[in-house]
């Protein structure tokens, strides 16, 4: 792989409380609303299943043959379920349960940017899903599978992609490097199809996206292993809320002359 893979300066992002919802004028109708149904709502929290225990179990994977899966499996449920496919078929076979049971293809509506819509990649998603349910979610204090998934979405923006290059490429010819600066689905093919000359639907763009699926998955597998390990370091320096006061990514005035949400930094 190349060079692009290499750590940048580490920083901490704390977050924001996702209970603002709860200040709003609806809160007093929605909580009126709920009250028939109170003997019976539960809190949605682990119940202490096989898939609600962390970490799951986890064995060390070869990136390069990890890539070389999703990249395949890009021509089949597309970028998402590919790189979430890459690592669970792996560890169906190496751990057994609980990715036995996990529902990889019930994941491939992440195509397109989630349902075509163009917004995350579902590179990025489905990297973000493995992360979080290999080592835990931010809730249960397993914070590296969130910064794991945060360091994935900063290289995406960052790298010359794709990166990956497969053995045995369904489409031989050139296939330019483009650097999308932005996490998202129609950023970053927009950019490439507008270098390369290509249309959605070419042959040229279908493999380019397959690579940059298998260029996740790559360095994915890079960083649970270093978990795995212990030596995992936090690579990224985008901190959108202790910078900004809201959750943001770092080119909205690229897309936006105007009408970007902000937030006042102080009370």
């Known amino acids: 792989m190349q060079n692009d893979m290499q750590a940048v300066t580490k920083t901490t992002d704390t977050g924001l409380s996702r209970r603002q919802w709860l200040l709003g004028t609806g809160a007093a109708a929605t909580a009126a609303a709920l009250v028939p149904l109170s003997g019976w709502l539960r809190p949605a929290q682990a119940q202490g299943g096989s898939t609600e225990k962390w970490p799951w179990p ?35 076979e190496k751990v057994g349960e609980p990715y036995t049971s996990f529902p990889i293809d019930a994941f491939v509506f992440l195509e397109g940017g989630i349902a075509s819509w163009g917004t995350i990649c579902g590179s990025n998603a489905g990297a973000n899903i493995v992360a979080n349910l290999i080592i835990g979610p931010r809730i249960v204090g397993a914070e590296a599978g969130h910064l794991i998934g945060t360091d994935i979405m900063q290289w995406y923006c960052e790298a010359a992609m794709p990166v990956f290059k497969p053995k045995a490429p369904k489409f031989t010819g050139h296939i330019p490097q483009t650097i999308s600066d932005s996490p998202l689905c129609h950023v970053s093919v927009g950019k490439w199809m507008a270098v390369a000359d290509k249309t959605l639907g070419s042959p040229e763009r279908k493999d380019r996206c397959a690579r940059v699926t298998a260029s996740v998955a790559y360095h994915l597998v890079e960083l649970l292993n270093a978990w795995k390990d212990g030596k995992y370091e936090e690579e990224g320096d985008w901190t959108p809320v202790s910078d900004h006061g809201i959750n943001a990514q770092p080119n909205c005035m690229e897309c936006h002359s105007g009408g970007v949400p902000a937030a006042p930094m102080k009370g």
């Not at 070389?68 to 169906?92: D, H, M, N, P």
């Open 58 to 92: 986890y064995e060390k994977l070869d990136p390069t043959t990890t890539a070389e899966l999703a990249y395949k499996e890009w021509y089949r449920v597309f970028c998402g379920c590919a790189v979430i496919s890459s690592v669970f078929t792996q560890l169906r």
